[in-house]
């Protein structure tokens, strides 16, 4: 079972395991206890993609967007059967130098990292999996490439902030390895599911650039403080990988491989 179906992570799951029951927020509500208890029933396996994810809009409401994120009521639902919930690097504060191992001290910095990190906590003390990812991306839809290519068609020149360290996450990758860790034999535990490597959005954003064939001077440098937004966002982001290992599964691939495959 896959919920989210409608969001860019949850379309792609759906696409390479057509044989699962896929709801979008129209047709499954995650908050109805009733109606999860239900379609739950019908499965062994529950993948979660559903999430509240307008960062800034948390902010100004931060209750509904807990309601959503918590997961309490589809944790309560899974007791006995196999629950992935997918998480945020948000849950960190920023302020690592080095990656972040998966039992790192959490400490968000903003409403939806609050929100997000209620989730994983009920997902696991209900004995299910959180997967971990950042800066989620694909080839449609609302993301990071997909924007910069808008501006690219647009403006001459685009300004990207070149001091917040993350991983692009492409969302088929993503997809591949939550599919994989469903079938593994792999012990309920957080794992991060993010592309290896490092980048800043601003080398992010040249790369998308020369990938696209275009030129990737056109990118320009700056810093955050020239974009203030409701939500502060984490400096560092980057994940490490180590409990891939316990499930017999490698990491995903480097973040530049897989934006390569992901713009041929």
């Known amino acids: 079972m896959i919920t989210g179906a409608g969001g860019q992570l949850g379309s792609r799951l759906q696409a390479l395991a057509p044989w699962a029951t896929a709801y979008d927020r129209a047709s499954l509500d995650i908050t109805d206890a009733e109606a999860v208890r239900e379609a739950v029933s019908r499965h062994d396996i529950v993948i979660n993609a559903?999430?509240?994810?307008?960062?800034?809009?948390?902010?100004?409401?931060?209750?509904?967007?807990t309601a959503v994120n918590s997961a309490g009521v589809l944790a309560a639902a899974c007791a006995g059967k196999r629950l992935i919930h997918l998480s945020t690097d948000y849950v960190f504060d920023g302020s690592a130098s080095l990656p972040y191992p998966e039992n790192s001290k959490t400490n968000p910095i903003n409403a939806y990292g609050r929100s997000k990190l209620v989730g994983e906590k009920a997902v696991l003390a209900a004995g299910g999996t959180v997967v971990r990812t950042a800066w989620l991306y694909d080839t449609s839809g609302r993301n990071f490439v997909t924007t910069m290519l808008k501006l690219a068609a647009e403006r001459d020149v685009v300004s990207v902030v070149d001091d917040q360290h993350g991983q692009p996450t492409w969302a088929l990758a993503l997809a591949r390895q939550l599919l994989a860790l469903a079938s593994a034999d792999a012990p309920a535990?957080?794992?991060?599911?993010?592309?290896?490597?490092?980048?800043?959005?601003?080398?992010?954003?040249?790369?998308?650039?020369?990938?696209s064939g275009l030129d990737p001077a056109r990118v320009q440098p700056t810093t955050s403080d020239r974009f203030p937004r409701?939500?502060?966002?984490?400096?560092?982001?980057?994940?490490?990988?180590?409990?891939w290992a316990a499930a017999g599964l490698a990491p995903l691939p480097p973040w530049d491989t897989t934006l390569e495959a992901a713009l041929s």
């Open 50 to 65: 559903a999430a509240w994810t307008d960062v800034d809009g948390a902010e100004a409401a931060e209750a509904a967007a």
């Open 230 to 243: 409701p939500a502060r966002r984490p400096a560092y982001s980057v994940l490490a990988h180590g409990n």
């Open 189 to 211: 535990a957080i794992y991060h599911g993010t592309c290896t490597g490092r980048t800043t959005w601003y080398l992010f954003a040249r790369e998308i650039f020369r990938l």
